[in-house]
């Protein structure tokens, strides 16, 4: 599987050999952009799309040794209101997400100039601006980078699944049998870690751009300091008649779709669910009084925690 996978990393750097300049300006825009802290967004240009998954499973191999390796048997837990969920079997799910699979392509048939037509679109996190995930974990697990990337640390995350809760996509996954849980209170506590696209951020910050973006074929995504991404995605949109889904959802996203149809009548045509995020029109969560009130009494709680959960890591690596 893994050279399979390798294959097409190394199969990417041949055809897009006329797309290098594209790209290496976009390694350079987010480098640039990281060097500042600005943030970070994407475009995805939908109607470049061809549903192949390359993306998927460039994610799938570059962030290997960030997925979990689940101790079985599971701890029962006391009482049983956090049920265990286990992906461990079902690594190659790529119908939706999953602990294991942080990046699909959902598909939609549509009506464009009279004709069905099938688009494809890849679905992760958007990296909210303002993400609630991260302002109301209660551990203060999830966190968000000055480039405006949000990531789960897997040191500290309990999986009590209040990112996914709060998350107007409900994007986080749970994976039971991993994490801290298992040392502190394994039959009262959590029951996993929570997983999602972390937007390559290591990737990032040693200059490189996330798998899914290198891997692509069809260049459907582009990379770079938030208000340059806007001003292509308006262009785009312009000059094709399309229209601009990220820009102001939650408050506003870090991650910018451009379709040839609009989002309504692609919301409609996708399969929705768990792990299958929706494309409605989002308010802005934390503009939400009670939210607002809840993250800033949770912050004092969440920051102990965070320090306690580094401590913790640090005196079981001593031993
Ligand atoms: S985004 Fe690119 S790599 Fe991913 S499915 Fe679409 S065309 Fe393929
Ligand atoms: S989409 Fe959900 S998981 Fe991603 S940053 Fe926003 S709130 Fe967090
Ligand atoms: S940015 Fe990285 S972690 Fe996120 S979907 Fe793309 S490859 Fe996966």
Request: aromatic residues 6%.
């Given at each position: 599987?893994?050279?399979?996978?390798?294959?097409?990393?190394?199969?990417?750097?041949?055809?897009?050999?006329?797309?290098?300049?594209?790209?290496?300006?976009?390694?350079?825009?987010?480098?640039?952009?990281?060097?500042?802290?600005?943030?970070?967004?994407?475009?995805?240009?939908?109607?470049?799309?061809?549903?192949?998954?390359?993306?998927?499973?460039?994610?799938?191999?570059?962030?290997?040794?960030?997925?979990?390796?689940?101790?079985?048997?599971?701890?029962?837990?006391?009482?049983?209101?956090?049920?265990?969920?286990?992906?461990?079997?079902?690594?190659?799910?790529?119908?939706?997400?999953?602990?294991?699979?942080?990046?699909?392509?959902?598909?939609?048939?549509?009506?464009?100039?009279?004709?069905?037509?099938?688009?494809?679109?890849?679905?992760?996190?958007?990296?909210?601006?303002?993400?609630?995930?991260?302002?109301?974990c209660?551990w203060g697990a999830a966190?968000?980078?000055?480039?405006?990337?949000?990531?789960i640390d897997d040191d500290i995350c309990l999986g009590g699944s209040?990112c996914?809760?709060?998350?107007?996509?409900?994007?986080p996954?749970r994976?039971?049998?991993v994490g801290l849980y298992?040392?502190?209170?394994?039959?009262?506590?959590g029951?996993g870690v929570m997983y999602?696209?972390?937007?390559?951020?290591?990737?990032?910050?040693?200059?490189?751009?996330?798998?899914?973006?290198?891997?692509?074929?069809?260049?459907?995504?582009?990379?770079?300091?938030?208000?340059?991404?806007?001003?292509?995605?308006?262009?785009?949109?312009?000059?094709?008649?399309?229209?601009?889904?990220?820009?102001?959802?939650?408050?506003?996203?870090?991650?910018?779709?451009?379709?040839?149809?609009?989002?309504?009548?692609?919301?409609?045509?996708?399969?929705?669910?768990?792990?299958?995020?929706?494309?409605?029109?989002?308010?802005?969560?934390?503009?939400?009084?009670?939210?607002?009130?809840?993250?800033?009494?949770?912050?004092?709680?969440?920051?102990?925690?965070?320090?306690?959960g580094?401590?913790?890591?640090?005196?079981?690596?001593?031993?």
């Amino acid at each position: 599987m893994v050279q399979k996978l390798s294959r097409r990393l190394f199969l990417k750097a041949g055809i897009t050999a006329a797309c290098s300049v594209a790209a290496t300006s976009s390694v350079a825009k987010a480098a640039k952009a990281m060097d500042k802290g600005e943030p970070i967004a994407t475009m995805l240009d939908i109607s470049k799309c061809i549903g192949c998954e390359e993306c998927v499973y460039a994610c799938k191999e570059v962030n290997a040794k960030k997925q979990p390796e689940p101790k079985k048997p599971f701890p029962k837990m006391y009482p049983n209101r956090v049920p265990v969920e286990d992906w461990s079997e079902k690594r190659e799910v790529t119908e939706q997400l999953t602990p294991y699979t942080w990046l699909y392509i959902q598909s939609a048939t549509v009506k464009i100039f009279g004709k069905n037509q099938q688009l494809t679109i890849p679905r992760r996190c958007m990296h909210c601006i303002n993400p609630p995930c991260v302002k109301l974990c209660p551990w203060g697990a999830a966190k968000q980078l000055d480039n405006e990337i949000s990531r789960i640390d897997d040191d500290i995350c309990l999986g009590g699944s209040k990112c996914k809760e709060v998350c107007p996509w409900s994007i986080p996954q749970r994976q039971t049998g991993v994490g801290l849980y298992l040392n502190l209170m394994p039959a009262f506590a959590g029951n996993g870690v929570m997983y999602k696209c972390d937007r390559c951020y290591d990737r990032i910050a040693d200059g490189k751009i996330p798998a899914c973006i290198e891997v692509c074929p069809e260049d459907v995504q582009t990379i770079g300091p938030r208000n340059k991404i806007l001003e292509q995605a308006h262009k785009l949109a312009k000059e094709t008649n399309g229209y601009i889904y990220g820009e102001n959802e939650n408050g506003g996203t870090n991650t910018i779709y451009v379709s040839p149809i609009p989002f309504d009548q692609l919301n409609k045509a996708i399969e929705k669910g768990e792990g299958k995020p929706h494309l409605n029109k989002v308010k802005d969560m934390m503009s939400l009084g009670n939210n607002l009130a809840l993250a800033m009494l949770i912050a004092p709680i969440a920051g102990a925690a965070a320090a306690f959960g580094k401590f913790y890591k640090m005196t079981k690596e001593e031993k």
